[in-house]
């Protein structure tokens, strides 16, 4: 659904698209930081070129195991 949505209002269906169409919080968007998965790696600099820290991490949370590493890579984003 969201593909249908993003591209209704002609944002970008990529990871990349939806951080640039909210946009960083020190320009006035609401993203700090923003957690892709790994298949988006390629789209971290492109990210982070729009003043948004981002990392590319497993966000399939398929066990508690996966699910605490992205909760890590999530506060480690924040500086927590």
């Given at each position: 659904?969201?593909?249908?949505?993003?591209?209704?209002?002609?944002?970008?269906?990529?990871?990349?698209?939806?951080?640039?169409?909210?946009?960083?919080?020190?320009?006035?968007?609401?993203?700090?930081?923003?957690?892709?998965?790994?298949?988006?790696?390629?789209?971290?600099?492109?990210?982070?070129?729009a003043?948004?820290?981002?990392?590319?991490?497993?966000?399939?949370?398929?066990?508690?195991?996966?699910?605490?590493?992205?909760?890590?890579?999530?506060?480690?984003?924040?500086?927590?």
């Amino acid at each position: 659904m969201a593909r249908q949505l993003l591209g209704v209002i002609g944002v970008e269906v990529s990871a990349a698209g939806v951080a640039e169409h909210y946009g960083a919080r020190t320009t006035g968007g609401v993203i700090d930081g923003w957690l892709v998965d790994t298949v988006d790696a390629g789209l971290v600099a492109r990210i982070e070129a729009a003043g948004i820290s981002s990392r590319a991490v497993p966000l399939m949370m398929t066990d508690h195991d996966a699910t605490a590493a992205m909760v890590e890579a999530a506060l480690d984003l924040a500086g927590l």
